[in-house]
């Protein structure tokens, strides 16, 4: 095994971290938003396979890094399953809703969704030939959870208050619809792990909105089983699970999911991480993304801090959230120098 990023995701302490950026195909590259231009809208970037090819492999020609991640969306997955998608200007995603069982019963079967996704699944293809061989290949879902607040809210909320009044009107209900999103998800990254992915990520942005129980039923629990699914049908198969916001509840993550990294944001020190989560396995993370706008010494010694914090087991370089449309290309150089050594 070659791969710097394989290496540590098997547990491999290496002595420089493998990095890559979440979002790091995104508007702070002129050429993504060149190409962006080209493909005419957000979706039709994510579903014309060569261009979303292009942009995947724009940051790794820029920066080096040791993976590349698919660009697609968390919601092409409720769109394959019938749900109405449009991305607004200024205003992110607008889905059709599904909250009440007439609607849960329109959506199509979880193993029906692959027709849709086949331009998802060429792209792998195309990355797969032509990745540099020390770069890895990750595929990427969003949690249950986080997918099932826009489909019932119909987009982003602050608090996933709609997500919430739905489990008090009707847990059955919610709950069905979290399990028909969760088998779609195991269809799409076992799909993806055929076409060439060699990791996948479970992105769930809301986690940490989810209190008491719930966060175990419904953020942990349904990932756990994606993963042992996964497992079941590629053995091998790396998995990073991002339980965004779990804040203390990080700890144990790793036993919780079956997981093989866990992605930290910036809510938790590195240090507390590495006595907390570290413990556990490989863990991913945690450079605030607002350091990639301001850059100077802060950039550098928060960079240098984590990376020593994490020196004592496995770990894998990146941010504690996406990559910002603001972020300086510069400064992403003088983050990776700085975690290499320089």
Not at 184 to 208: C, I, M, R
Not at 234 to 262: E, M, N, Q, S, Y
Request: with cysteine; glycine share 10%; proline share 8%.
């Amino acid at each position: 095994m070659t791969k710097p990023l394989l290496r540590a995701l098997a547990g491999e302490i290496l002595p420089v971290p493998p990095i890559w950026i979440m979002r790091q195909a995104g508007r702070y590259l002129p050429e993504y938003r060149a190409t962006r231009e080209r493909a005419g809208s957000f979706l039709g970037l994510c579903y014309t396979p060569e261009l979303a090819a292009e942009v995947t492999l724009q940051p790794l020609r820029r920066f080096g890094l040791d993976a590349a991640i698919l660009f697609a969306d968390i919601l092409l997955v409720p769109q394959a399953l019938g749900c109405d998608l449009a991305f607004e200007t200024g205003e992110g995603p607008r889905l059709s809703t599904v909250t009440t069982p007439a609607d849960l019963a329109r959506l199509k079967p979880a193993d029906a969704i692959h027709d849709r996704l086949a331009p998802v699944y060429e792209t792998l293809r195309i990355l797969a030939r032509e990745l540099p061989p020390a770069v890895a290949l990750i595929g990427f879902a969003g949690a249950p959870w986080t997918v099932a607040t826009y489909m019932i809210a119909g987009r982003g909320t602050p608090g996933q208050e709609p997500a919430h009044a739905l489990i008090a009107a009707d847990r059955p209900l919610f709950e069905s619809l979290l399990a028909h999103v969760e088998a779609a998800t195991v269809e799409y990254l076992s799909a993806q792990v055929e076409a060439g992915a060699e990791v996948v990520k479970l992105f769930d942005s809301w986690a940490g909105s989810l209190q008491g129980d719930d966060f175990a039923r419904y953020a942990l629990a349904p990932v756990r089983r994606i993963v042992q699914a996964l497992k079941a049908r590629h053995p091998g198969l790396p998995v990073i699970a991002f339980p965004r916001g779990a804040a203390g509840r990080f700890a144990g993550t790793h036993a919780a999911t079956k997981a093989d990294c866990i992605a930290l944001d910036e809510g938790v020190t590195p240090e507390w991480a590495a006595a907390h989560v570290q413990t556990g396995g490989c863990v991913q993370g945690n450079l605030p993304a607002h350091l990639l706008v301001e850059g100077g010494e802060a950039l550098i010694r928060e960079t240098r801090r984590i990376v020593a914090a994490f020196r004592g087991g496995p770990h894998i370089f990146n941010l504690g959230h996406g990559i910002t449309p603001d972020a300086r290309i510069d400064h992403v150089h003088r983050m990776i120098e700085a975690v290499r050594g320089g």
